[in-house]
């Protein structure tokens, strides 16, 4: 596994947002609220205005980079009712596990919404077992508040909280 940095993201990062997420929409579709189909559409700016959350002081986004320039993960998080949601979660499949930017991405969330309250909160789809065991592991408990996954209602998604 080659080395990684975790930075912060930029406008000027527009492309490898765009491919990683694309790569994120392929590999877990049911993570996400956004169909593949969808994102291919997005302009440049569109691409532009998600890069620039990394700058924003009301929301966060980290990318996981290789030494080569390859973008492997990333994560981000956004205020809701005065409470920071972790969103945006992926690690490229050759790059999860032990060694990987996991962790590295998910404490960079947590110092940024340290800083903004004492908990983070996310919703995980409910049949995603292999996310939910990677948050309960890292101290996320469910709350036990369900809610309708955006891209199909018929499913759900579970809240969990980690008290930082």
């Not at 929409?25 to 996400?32: C, V």
Request: charged content about 25%; proline content about 5%.
């Amino acid at each position: 596994m080659e080395l990684f940095t975790v930075r912060a993201t930029s406008e000027d990062d527009w492309r490898e947002i765009r491919a990683l997420r694309l790569e994120m929409l392929a590999d877990t579709p049911l993570a996400f609220g956004e169909h593949l189909a969808t994102a291919e559409k997005h302009l440049e700016t569109t691409w532009r205005q998600r890069g620039a959350r990394g700058t924003n002081p009301t929301t966060c986004a980290f990318a996981a980079i290789t030494q080569s320039g390859r973008w492997v993960g990333t994560m981000g998080g956004y205020i809701e009712s005065g409470v920071p949601m972790l969103v945006g979660v992926y690690v490229s499949p050759d790059y999860r596990g032990p060694g990987g930017p996991g962790d590295e991405l998910l404490a960079a969330v947590e110092q940024w919404a340290f800083a903004r309250n004492d908990r983070l909160l996310l919703h995980v789809h409910a049949e995603n077992p292999r996310a939910r065991a990677y948050y309960a592991k890292r101290g996320y408990v469910e709350t036990g508040l369900t809610l309708p996954y955006v891209l199909d209602p018929t499913q759900t998604e579970l809240e969990m909280v980690k008290r930082l």
